[in-house]
């Protein structure tokens, strides 16, 4: 159990800027949870805009902050 998450959240920074982004490495996880995606149903969506409103508004209310 963790029992200083400053500590933690400096160590995974750390780690973090230690590893060099891997494009292949990045690949493999898209590719990986898109097929999760499609096991679990999700994926592909029926209609890709469905929504759209909504982050249209929230894009516009962001991009004014």
């Known amino acids: 159990m963790v029992k200083d998450g400053k500590l933690l959240g400096e160590f995974e920074r750390a780690y973090a800027a230690s590893q060099r982004p891997d494009y292949f490495e990045a690949l493999k996880v898209f590719?990986?949870?898109?097929?999760?995606?499609?096991?679990?149903?999700?994926l592909p969506l029926k209609d890709p805009l469905d929504g759209i409103e909504v982050d249209i508004r929230i894009a516009k209310i962001l991009n004014h902050v």
């Open 31 to 42: 590719e990986a949870m898109w097929k999760e995606g499609l096991s679990l149903g999700v």
